[in-house]
C-alpha cells in the first residue's frame, strides 16, 4: 500500500505570494493533519480534517487554511506569505480519529519564503 | 495541559549498544496514546511504536521497545542493537482520546558512532 505523498518537496516564494501544498492520505484513510515543523517552534498541530470537514485547527492565523475533497486528498494554503511562514509542512493521515489511530507522516513540503 | 518532555537534546551511542531516549508526558485524560516517530535529514516522520494508557504491557516492534511506567508518566524508548541507520531525531508524541493532533515533543538527537 501506497504512503502517504506530499507535493511538491521544495518550494521557493517571495513574501507576499500565496503558496498551496497537497498531500495524498494512505488509501481508505479519512482523516488528514498538517503540522509545521520548525527549529524554533517544533511541531505544531495546523488542522486536521475528517470526511471533508475540518474539526479542529491549531492556533494559526487565518492566512493558513485548508479543505479535503471527496477522495480524502488534502490541500493547504497560506496566503500573504510571511518570512516566519518558512519551515517544513507535514501531512499525516490515519484511518480514524482517535486516541489508538497511528498518523502516518508523509515527506513533507519545505518551504522557504524570502 | 498535555505535554510531552523529552530532557536529551542529543545522545550518542556506539554501534550495536543499546540505548534508552526519555519522555515523560502529562495529562489529565486517561485514556491516550503514546507514539515515538523517527526523523532522518530527509525530513519524513516515520512511526516506530505506539502505547496505550491501558495497554498491561510494554509494546516491542522488533528492536524498538517501550518501557512505559505509567505512574511516573514516562514512555521511554529503548532501541535494541544500534545500526548506524538509528541516526535521526526521535520524537515522542501524545494523543488524548478526545483529541485530533498529535502533541510532540522537542526531540533528541541520536548519532550511532561505529
Known amino acids: 500500500k501506497a504512503g502517504v505523498t506530499q507535493t511538491p518537496r521544495y518550494l521557493i516564494k517571495t513574501r507576499g505570494q500565496q503558496v498551496t501544498l497537497s498531500c495524498s492520505p494512505i488509501s481508505g484513510h479519512r482523516s488528514v493533519s498538517w503540522y509545521q515543523q520548525t527549529p524554533g517552534q517544533g511541531l505544531q498541530f495546523l488542522f486536521e480534517y475528517f470526511s471533508e470537514t475540518q474539526r479542529n485547527k491549531g492556533n494559526f492565523p487565518g492566512r493558513f487554511s485548508g479543505r479535503q475533497f471527496s477522495n480524502s486528498r488534502s490541500e493547504m494554503n497560506v496566503s500573504t506569505l510571511e518570512l516566519g511562514d518558512s519551515a517544513l509542512y507535514l501531512c499525516?493521515?490515519?484511518?480514524?480519529?482517535?486516541?489508538?489511530?497511528?498518523?502516518?507522516f508523509g515527506p513533507g513540503t519545505r518551504l522557504t519564503v524570502l | 495541559a498535555q505535554k510531552i518532555t523529552q530532557t536529551q537534546p542529543g545522545m550518542f551511542v556506539q554501534e550495536k549498544e543499546a540505548v534508552t531516549l526519555d519522555c515523560t508526558y502529562d495529562t489529565s485524560d486517561p485514556s491516550y496514546g503514546l507514539f515515538w516517530y523517527k526523523q532522518p535529514s530527509s525530513g519524513e516522520m516515520i512511526f516506530l511504536i505506539y502505547?496505550?494508557?491501558?495497554?498491561?504491557q510494554n509494546a516491542t516492534e522488533g528492536r524498538y521497545s517501550l518501557n512505559f511506567q505509567k505512574a511516573r508518566k514516562s514512555a521511554n524508548l529503548v532501541i535494541s542493537a544500534s545500526q548506524l541507520g538509528d541516526s535521526a531525531m526521535y520524537f515522542c508524541a501524545m494523543r488524548e482520546s478526545n483529541s485530533y493532533k498529535l502533541i510532540f515533543g522537542s526531540g533528541t538527537r541520536l548519532l550511532v558512532r561505529p
Open positions: 502505547q496505550g494508557s491501558y495497554d498491561q
Open positions: 499525516a493521515s490515519s484511518f480514524r480519529t482517535g486516541h489508538t489511530d497511528t498518523q502516518y
